[in-house]
């Protein structure tokens, strides 16, 4: 069985940063990919960064230049560094592991409030 634990959400002014953390736990393949999403009131989930096993990363356009997505496999956890942070950046953070051939096992954590002021 499969968990994962965010932590590292809080309150925030606009322009400061965050370090979101995820920790994975039970038995996961090697091969995976590990990521955030979020999901404001109101609004669909959506892919904020992902990192590979290997160290490939993917960012969206919303988060290029501001968040840093890195991973420890030894530990299995994957962080997200969330700097200049926006009001609009305020959401439920989801952490997220996909494994399998095409990654189409996805398993997801809690959510972490991110709440930013302006």
């Known amino acids: 069985q499969v968990q994962l634990v965010e932590s590292g959400g809080g309150l925030v002014q606009a322009g400061g940063s965050l370090r979101l953390s995820c920790a994975a736990s039970?038995?996961?393949?090697?091969?995976?990919?590990m990521g955030w999403y979020r999901q404001a009131p109101g609004k669909q989930r959506e892919l904020v960064a992902f990192i590979t096993s290997d160290g490939r990363t993917n960012y969206a356009d919303s988060a290029k230049g501001r968040f840093t997505i890195s991973r420890d496999n030894a530990k299995k956890m994957v962080l997200l560094q969330m700097n200049s942070l926006k009001p609009e950046d305020t959401a439920v953070y989801y952490c997220s592991l996909r494994t399998g051939r095409g990654f189409e096992n996805v398993y997801w954590g809690q959510g972490t409030q991110v709440t930013v002021s302006s």
């Open positions: 039970g038995s996961i393949f090697s091969i995976n990919q």
